[in-house]
């Protein structure tokens, strides 16, 4: 990382440690203030409830945030069973009440299990997906019950680390990591469905996003004293394979044409020059490795 607190703006990510209550568009905001540029954007949006890694871009990094947001995301989280609430985490109304007293350690992980893997997800009726134009967490709070489509997620792993038992309801720490997409509080929601219980997040914090996590991760005051870039060039590096090309590729990528695929794919590949500046992200599609962002004039 580089440390950044004189005039202009350095293009790569600051990987922030997001505060609770903050929204992912006010770490944005402050960021914008901090390189003193408009040009600042996140990967992944993290709830106000939640805190832990937001990784946001600056200036040409922009570019990488929607390849970036696809990647394994890692997270701490704590789902209270015996209750539901409107919004399946502790932020919503609870909705429902019913005894989880009863709930044996074996069928607790035997329903971890079922939503382990391949599984199909339900968002949360308070969530950002757009219903007909209009986003759904728009369309709850005005009352409307919305109708939303079951959508295939991973959970790579989804590790108990604690199980603690008051009167009628349990309190699950877990570690989960999981594929682009996957809800936490959809997998709180139901697991309390099939113990019969309800249930909902209570506490959430992003370990990792890709290959960023809390160990990179700078506060937001520390921020404010030190802002610090990870250079495009390591991002892109620490994200994604690598790819060195000669002179005659390195001119064919900076004027946007295809280089041949060299097996990196599916996903995106940096190219970098021979003097290792980042040119581009490519992706391999049949013989063909196809730019999708050039970062070279």
Request: charge should be neutral; charged fraction near 25%; aromatic fraction near 4%.
């Amino acid at each position: 990382m580089t440390g950044r607190s004189g005039r202009g703006a350095e293009s790569g990510l600051v990987v922030v440690d997001k505060p609770a209550e903050w929204t992912s568009h006010d770490v944005v905001g402050k960021l914008r203030r901090l390189a003193r540029t408009r040009r600042v954007g996140h990967a992944g949006t993290l709830d106000p409830m939640a805190t832990g890694v937001l990784v946001v871009g600056v200036e040409k990094a922009t570019r990488l945030l929607g390849h970036l947001a696809l990647t394994e995301k890692g997270y701490d989280a704590t789902i209270r069973l015996g209750q539901s609430t409107n919004t399946d985490d502790a932020e919503g109304e609870i909705t429902a009440s019913a005894s989880a007293a009863g709930v044996a350690d074996a069928a607790l992980e035997a329903g971890v299990a079922a939503l382990t893997g391949e599984i199909r997800q339900v968002p949360p009726q308070v969530s950002a997906i757009k219903v007909n134009g209009e986003r759904a967490y728009k369309m709850a709070r005005k009352g409307e019950r919305v109708a939303l489509e079951a959508r295939p997620v991973t959970v790579h792993a989804f590790t108990v680390t604690a199980v603690r038992r008051e009167g009628d309801l349990i309190d699950v720490d877990a570690s989960i990591s999981c594929s682009s997409g996957t809800y936490i509080r959809a997998l709180a929601r139901d697991l309390g469905a099939m113990l019969g219980t309800g249930g909902h997040l209570t506490y959430l914090r992003r370990t990792r996003v890709g290959p960023y996590d809390l160990g990179m991760a700078r506060t937001i005051d520390q921020l404010a004293e030190r802002l610090e870039v990870v250079p495009m060039g390591e991002a892109v590096a620490a994200a994604f394979p690598r790819r060195e090309v000669d002179a005659d590729d390195a001119r064919k990528v900076m004027h946007g044409g295809r280089l041949p695929a060299v097996g990196l794919g599916p996903g995106p590949v940096g190219v970098f020059a021979p003097d290792g500046t980042l040119l581009a992200l490519v992706e391999e599609q049949g013989r063909a490795a196809k730019p999708l962002a050039v970062f070279v004039p």
